[in-house]
């Protein structure tokens, strides 16, 4: 016999794992027995490729090309599949043969415990008598929270799937429900075709439903989800379809429903989006919305929406340039508006564009054309709801504008700009206006300041009080704003002032009316940016030479003089943020108010809102409009989380939709309870009462990971 001990021996023959491979041995001791057998043995390493086994002793028979292996044994091909066993008997690559008393870890996930492995070809694993599961065990002989227990299960490397022969899945170690097959993707697979995690739900007027969802892959680029949804009174089967090209994307979702409390004889939504790029930077998307009827989306729970916008739209978008084309279909889903008096087809092409020429500022012009037609061919107001029933607007405006700034040495910017508008408004089936093609050219001219000043605090924070002057001037017709007026106010019904237009030579929402007049509009800002915390707060007002007319009561333009806007924000390195606009009459009484505000840290997620809207018939709101708004959860333990959401009507002062929930996760299941009510109603959407309860199971999916919610055997909260 012929014997050698080392430290690290490594022998690069004979083994062999493939043509042009080698496999590399490392040992504490080797001893080679004649010219056929070759025994390592202490702390043994046998490496081929990305193949890495371990041992506490290895035996090569070169005639046999057998490799037979004494454990504990450990066996990994990458990262992504981990085998541990106790004995085996392999071929020479490490890639063939049986290991017994053995364990199969995919991607640090799913453990799958077996009798025996036959590994076949290094991609294929055939183990017998399995128990598979995601769960943690600690003590020798625990059992898991969950596992599935088959006769045979087959795990194909290459195709990142498991294949269980006469599975039952158990929970608490009761058995659940049986499968005589049963497919499922491992750990490393993005998408597989099967059932996705089903649900149960309860509905006030759905009752005890179930959804059980089933994942079909239809190649690499683009899949199907159809889903059935049953209950004792009603039959939907729910689609989900998405489609990646080579230059953008599609997505399709929809439902199909028979049910006995709707009075319909069936039911259906169908929403579908995409968008690709095309040459010369431009983008082509499409939104596309379609209900049967106006309460099916919210019985269902596919969506709050009161009016169904779609769209189909050409843009491009650069520093200097914003192009967009659109055609848009509007369907009202509230039962106060009528869909035949309200615009429905929408027509708009824009272009803005921006010039830096050589001496100096900058050049600003745009073009748009403008068009919304109404489905009424009624020319008056039949209805009594002050506009017109078949109004159609058609309208093509220009302007180009141009501008600079200066610095002076005092620290103090300059600013001028200068703007000539055309107008050219065609008003179509409306017989209160006198004249139904109007053209007007509106030149403007305005000079700004600004005056920036900085310090640094003793503490290391950057403080900014910048105080703003703008004096205006536009030209052009001053509208009178009665039903008589030449352009029907049809786009700018909801202007409202706010930081962004402080220093706009127009504050309409569009273009189809202007601002006119002399303006002089002013306002200060104030702004920290410190270590732990910023914050900004900033005042504007305006004062006019003329009232303008088109601006609602409510919008803070009205008068003369504006409401003074007050406006502020705040964010914390603790995950607090809040934000805050405020509308002051002349009396200091408010006239708007929005607020909203988060906490987001580790523990806690909290999102808040507050808006109030004071009267306004122009705006279709007779009485006070106040709500607040709540979202929020919290994570109680390591694997509880409690879950709440609110909005309450405090002008009614009433509850109009509320919710909680209960959360439970680990390193291997997911469970949550929720009800939820929403309290309002109409002629066509009663009050609904949701309940339900879904299950996951974890760890077949890498988007499943997070360790946080794992269990570890030294934690009292295991």
């Known amino acids: ?107 640090q996930q799913v453990e ?64 659940v429900f049986y499968l005589p097959r049963m497919r499922l993707p491992d750990p490393t697979q993005d998408r597989a075709t099967g059932f996705l995690i089903p649900s149960i739900q309860q509905r006030s007027r759905i009752g005890l439903a179930a959804k059980i969802p089933y994942f079909i892959a239809i190649g690499d680029h683009r899949d199907l989800t159809l ?107 509230r039962t106060t508006e009528d869909n035949e008096t309200i615009p429905t087809y929408v027509l708009s092409a824009q272009t803005q564009n921006r010039i830096h020429p050589a001496f100096g500022g900058e050049v600003m012009w745009e073009l748009e054309f403008h068009s919304h037609t109404r489905e009424s061919q009624v020319n008056t107001d039949a209805n009594a ?41 065609n008003t179509a089936q409306d017989s209160t206006v006198t004249d139904a093609n109007y053209t007007e050219v509106t030149p403007s001219v305005a000079a700004n300041m600004r005056y920036p000043l900085h310090r640094t605090t003793a503490g290391g924070a950057q403080q900014v009080l910048e105080p703003i002057v703008q004096l205006a001037w536009s030209g052009g017709t001053m509208r009178d704003g009665t039903a008589n007026d030449t352009i029907a106010n049809d786009e700018s019904s909801r202007t409202e002032f706010d930081e962004g237009n402080l220093l706009y030579l127009s504050r309409f929402a569009s273009d189809d009316r202007r601002d006119r007049g002399a303006s002089l509009a002013y306002g ?15 005042f504007g007002h305006i004062i ?23 406006a502020g924000q705040l964010t914390h390195n603790t995950g607090l943020s809040v934000t805050g606009r405020v509308l002051l009459d002349e009396n200091v009484s408010l006239t708007k108010a929005e607020a909203s505000g988060g906490w987001h840290n580790e523990h806690l ?11 306004d018939a122009a705006e279709n709101r007779p009485d006070i409009l106040a709500e607040w708004t709540l979202d929020s959860s919290y994570r ?23 919710g909680f929930g209960l959360e439970y996760r680990n390193e291997c299941m997911k469970a949550q309870l929720a009800v939820s009510r929403r309290f309002t109603s109409s002629t066509s959407v009663q009050p609904v009462t949701d309940l339900s309860f879904t299950v996951e199971l974890l760890g077949f999916s890498a988007k499943t990971r997070d360790k946080s919610y794992s269990r570890s055997c030294n934690d009292a909260a295991y």
């Open 544 to 566: 006019r030479e003329e009232e303008q007319a088109g601006f609602t009561s409510s919008s803070g333009l009205t008068g003369r003089m504006s409401d003074l806007l007050v």
């Open 524 to 538: 200060l800002n104030m702004s920290h940016f410190g270590e732990t915390w910023n914050a900004g707060l900033s």
């Open 636 to 658: 109680m333990t390591r694997h509880w989380t409690g879950l709440a959401n609110w909005r309450f009507d405090v002008a009614g002062n009433r509850t109009t939709e509320a």
């Open 385 to 425: 709801d002050g506009i017109v029933d078949g109004r159609d607007v058609h309208r093509l405006n220009a302007e180009i504008g141009w501008r600079e700034s200066w610095w002076t040495e005092g620290g103090l910017n300059l600013g001028v700009e200068s703007h000539l508008a055309l107008d050219v408004v």
């Open 1 to 107: 016999m012929l014997a050698a001990t080392c430290s690290s021996l490594a022998l690069t023959s004979p083994l062999s794992a493939a043509p042009g491979d080698q496999v590399v041995l490392l040992a504490d001791s080797v001893y080679l027995q004649g010219n056929s057998i070759l025994t390592a043995t202490g702390n043994v390493e046998a490496i081929s490729g990305d193949a890495v086994m371990t041992a506490s002793k290895i035996v090569y028979n070169s005639v046999t090309d057998k490799i037979t292996i004494t454990g504990p044994i450990t066996v990994t091909d990458g990262g992504e599949v981990e085998i541990f066993a106790e004995f085996a008997e392999l071929d020479s690559t490490l890639q063939n043969g049986l290991l017994t008393s053995a364990r199969l870890v995919l991607d």
């Open 112 to 175: 799958l415990q077996a009798d025996s492995i036959n590994r076949i070809g290094g991609t294929v694993s055939e183990l017998n008598q399995v128990q598979v599961t995601s769960c943690k065990t600690c003590a020798e002989g625990e059992t898991p929270l969950w596992y599935i227990r088959a006769k045979k299960v087959t795990h194909n490397a290459e195709d990142k799937e498991l294949l269980l022969e006469e599975a039952q899945l158990r929970v608490l170690d009761v058995p």
């Open 227 to 333: 889903t059935p949804y049953l209950s004792r009174n009603m039959t939907t089967l729910e689609a989900h379809y998405r489609q990646a090209f080579r230059t953008g994307e599609i997505s399709l979702s929809g439902a199909a429903t028979q049910d006995d409390f709707s009075g319909f004889n069936s039911r259906a939504f169908l929403f579908a989006e995409g968008v690709f790029d095309l040459q010369r930077d431009y983008k082509l998307s499409f939104d596309a919305k379609f209900t049967s009827d106006q309460a099916y989306l919210l019985d269902y729970d596919y969506g709050s929406f009161d009016r169904l916008n779609s769209e189909l739209a050409l843009t491009r978008a650069s520093r200097d340039e914003n192009t967009r084309f659109a055609f848009n279909h509007f369907r009202s889903l």
């Open 605 to 615: 997620g909290v999102s808040a809102s507050y808006v109030w809207l004071g009267e």
